[in-house]
T-cell receptor, first 120, second 115 residues
């Protein structure tokens, strides 16, 4: 299994430009998560999807951020317009259904390598 | 709501020395707890998880963690540090009820191993 795939690995853009980050989850996983990691705030959950449907987007910082999951094998996180404070590493993760009982074993999230975004 | 606190943002040890990374949790229900490791320029990888089956959990790369309910702790240890253990380590707790899909992460502890 190739694991969670993210692209691009690095993105440098200028303030005001649109940025699109891409993620391919592990096949068969029905949960997909977008995180942002910064020195100041650590690892923050932005949004998550279940079966391609956005379930909780309470972590999305502003209307400039949007995420979609058109099918089970692809998701995007878009920032429009981008600002310097959006500079961070963005991770995508996927997992199977948490399940019941010993659900910890089924709710392990597998992370992609991340996209390092720099907004100048 | 569940939360975790990692004591010490940076821990430095000598190669061969004991590694101890601290994590305390807050949870209104029996928690599911995780330790993840992040190597430079990589994503997070699962080290081990606690799911109530056993209080002492063994993970990969010689790491283990002990769940202590009385202390609300889940500290990560390794008897002998190796240079390759240098990384950032995150403790996380799983949500409960309708939030059981969510993981809440600590701020992380950066482990440095000196030769």
């Amino acid at each position: 299994d190739a694991g969670v795939i993210q692209s691009p690995r690095h993105e440098v853009t200028e303030m005001g430009q649109e940025v699109t980050l891409r993620c391919k989850p592990i096949s068969g996983h029905d949960y997909l998560f977008w995180y942002r990691q910064t020195m100041m705030r650590g690892l923050e959950l932005l949004i998550y999807f279940n079966n391609n449907v956005p379930i909780d987007d309470s972590g999305m910082p502003e209307d400039r951020f949007s995420a979609k999951m058109p099918n089970a094998s692809f998701s995007t996180l878009k920032i429009q317009p981008s600002e310097p404070r959006d500079s961070a590493v963005y991770f995508c993760a996927s997992s199977s259904h948490p399940g019941q009982g010993d659900g910890g074993g089924l709710s392990v999230q597998f992370f992609g390598p991340g996209t390092r975004l720099t907004v100048l | 709501a569940q939360s975790v606190t990692q004591l010490g943002s940076h821990v430095s040890v000598s190669e061969g020395a004991l590694v101890l990374l601290r994590c305390n949790y807050s949870s209104s229900v029996p928690p599911y707890l995780f330790w993840y490791v992040q190597y430079p320029n990589q994503g997070l990888q699962l080290l081990l998880k606690y799911t109530s089956a056993a209080t002492l959990v063994k993970g990969i790369n010689g790491f283990e963690a002990e769940f202590k309910k009385s202390e609300t702790s889940f500290h990560l240890t390794k008897p002998s540090a190796h240079m390759s253990d240098a990384a950032e380590y995150f403790c996380a707790v799983r949500g409960s009820g309708g939030s059981n899909y969510k993981l809440t992460f600590g701020k992380g502890t950066l482990l440095t191993v000196n030769p």
